[in-house]
């Protein structure tokens, strides 16, 4: 048995994986809901002792679920907490959903291995929780890795692009972006996430202790995103410009999107590039093209 945590867009790609290999799934949200064909079973994933029962007898705990964006730092920690204790009591693998944010600003590519230097408080966060894990699998208390993607795209996929790109695109409305609009950037398939996890979940103990980065295509930048998302959806040319960094700032004193992405700015104001070559040698894993990621999102938008 498989035991996930979340049905976001990673939880659910991750659930019908394995339903489509034959795995017994039991699915764990606060809602209760989730794909077709899978165990579903409402509960707080922050209890380790009712997460523990639920893991029982699983072979692989996948961590693909999360607290709200603005919760971040108080809900993040007990969580992390939670599934290691799970994973230590139980001797299932725990397999984390991470992302970028621990690495900080980068000076280049970043490569696996690269060490975490988070330079926000979101970054510190999931750099922490991944570090409590680490610690406990170097200790032998558990089995664990770790998988970071960029930016989403695919079905469902919620990331600066589809909230904060896409709709003005789609609807032909000019859009002011708080980016640089043609600096190159990675975008990572939600199915390549999926797949990434569930072929470490296959593999034996030697790829775990580490973080992998999710296989993924050569980078693109907002402006180029954009014009194939309208060519797609059969929209106009995008009508994008750039945001200063002071008009965030200021929109970010009225609006909560705003001031959750303004530490985060980094990502968006120089290139910023994954290098997967290491998941893709290692596990035979061969990236979504962006075309195919940018479909599905713009399919499952509408």
Same mark, same amino acid.
């Given at each position: 048995? +498989?035991?996930?945590? !979340? ?8 659930? +019908? ?9 039991? $699915? ?32 692989? &705990? ?5 607290? #709200?964006? /603005? ?7 007990? $969580? ?7 994973? *230590? ?5 725990? $397999? ?10 980068? %000076? ?5 291995? @690269? ?10 966060? +999931?750099?922490?929780?991944?570090? @409590? ?12 890795? /770790? ?31 708080? #980016? @640089? ?27 775990? !202790? ?22 797609? #959806? *059969? ?6 410009? #750039? ?19 303004? /530490?985060?700015?980094?990502?968006? +104001? %120089?290139?910023? &590039? ?10 035979? $894993? ?17």
């Amino acid at each position: 048995m +498989r035991v996930v945590v !979340g049905s976001g867009p990673v939880g659910t790609a991750v659930a +019908r994986l394995l339903v489509e290999r034959g795995e017994q799934v039991r $699915l764990v949200t606060r809602s209760g809901t989730g794909p077709d064909g899978v165990e579903k079973v409402k509960a707080d994933a922050t209890d380790p002792a009712v997460l523990t029962k639920l893991a029982d007898g699983a072979e692989t &705990v996948f961590s693909c679920g999360g607290p #709200a964006y /603005e919760r971040w730092v108080p809900d993040w920690p007990p $969580l992390g907490a939670s599934l290691v204790k799970t994973a *230590g009591a139980t001797g299932a693998v725990l $397999l984390t959903t991470g992302n970028l944010y621990g690495y900080g600003q980068p %000076a280049g590519v970043m490569k696996d291995g @690269d060490p975490d230097r988070p330079n926000s408080v979101k970054g510190q966060v +999931r750099a922490r929780v991944w570090a @409590d894990a680490l610690a406990a699998h170097d200790a032998g208390r558990i089995r664990t890795a /770790e998988v970071r993607g960029s930016d989403y795209l695919g079905a469902g996929a919620a990331s600066f692009f589809t909230i904060g790109v896409l709709p003005g695109v789609l609807a032909g409305r000019r859009t002011a972006v708080p #980016a @640089d609009l043609d600096a190159l950037h990675s975008w990572t398939a939600v199915d390549d996430v999926a797949r990434t996890l569930v072929a470490i979940a296959s593999s034996d103990d030697g790829a775990l !202790g580490r973080v992998w980065h999710v296989p993924t295509p050569p980078p693109t930048s907002i402006r180029d995103l954009a014009a194939q998302a309208a060519a797609i #959806a *059969g929209a106009p040319a995008p009508r994008l410009s #750039a945001m200063p960094g002071a008009v965030l700032w200021l929109g970010g004193l009225f609006n909560k999107q705003a001031r959750e992405i303004r /530490e985060l700015q980094y990502q968006f +104001r %120089a290139p910023f &590039v994954l290098d997967s070559a290491d998941a893709q040698q290692t596990f035979d $894993l061969t990236p979504s093209t962006t075309a195919a990621a940018l479909e599905a999102t713009v399919r499952s938008g509408r």
